[in-house]
């Protein structure tokens, strides 16, 4: 009565039901008791048919429905744990980089200065040593 298959939907596999389709051959052929009798068998056998097909509708909604919320749970969680947790790390770390290089870049611009004083005074010392 029913056929399963899958589907995609954005990037989420979804089970896929479809009812299959009557006979009508099959149902024609149908006749038994006598006036009409054959007749609200074969009536009630399509009602049958068509209610079955809503209702194998109605339940591929709903599995594809629940399917997509669980996938929707899931990216939330993904994606509340990426902004509370991993994005935040990752800043932290990147801020305490930063200052880190800011300091050592400070340190190198002191040394510098510290280096070019002394050689200033090694020329000072070495010119007044000749000026004696």
Same mark, same amino acid.
């Given at each position: 009565?029913?056929?399963?298959?899958?589907?995609?939907?954005?990037?989420?596999?979804?089970? /896929?039901?479809?009812?299959? @389709?009557?006979?009508?051959?099959?149902? *024609?052929?149908? +006749?038994?008791? !006598?006036? &009409?009798?054959?007749?609200?068998?074969?009536?009630?056998?399509?009602?049958?048919?068509?209610?079955?097909?809503?209702?194998?509708?109605?339940?591929?909604?709903?599995? /594809?429905?629940?399917?997509? @919320?669980?996938?929707?749970?899931?990216? *939330?969680?993904? +994606?509340?744990? !990426?902004? &509370?947790?991993?994005?935040?790390?990752?800043?932290?770390?990147?801020?305490?980089?930063?200052?880190?290089?800011?300091?050592?870049?400070?340190?190198?611009?002191?040394?510098?200065?510290?280096?070019?004083?002394?050689?200033?005074?090694?020329?000072?010392?070495?010119?007044?040593?000749?000026? &004696?």
């Amino acid at each position: 009565m029913c056929i399963r298959d899958r589907d995609n939907i954005a990037g989420v596999s979804i089970p /896929t039901l479809r009812s299959r @389709d009557v006979d009508t051959d099959e149902m *024609n052929q149908i +006749v038994s008791g !006598l006036g &009409k009798g054959g007749e609200q068998i074969k009536a009630a056998r399509v009602k049958f048919h068509k209610t079955t097909a809503i209702l194998v509708r109605i339940a591929a909604l709903q599995t /594809t429905w629940t399917t997509l @919320d669980i996938a929707i749970k899931v990216t *939330n969680r993904r +994606v509340n744990a !990426l902004e &509370k947790v991993v994005i935040p790390k990752v800043e932290n770390t990147l801020a305490y980089i930063t200052s880190e290089l800011d300091e050592q870049e400070r340190e190198e611009f002191f040394r510098l200065k510290m280096v070019q004083k002394k050689k200033k005074q090694a020329v000072a010392a070495k010119i007044a040593a000749e000026a &004696k």
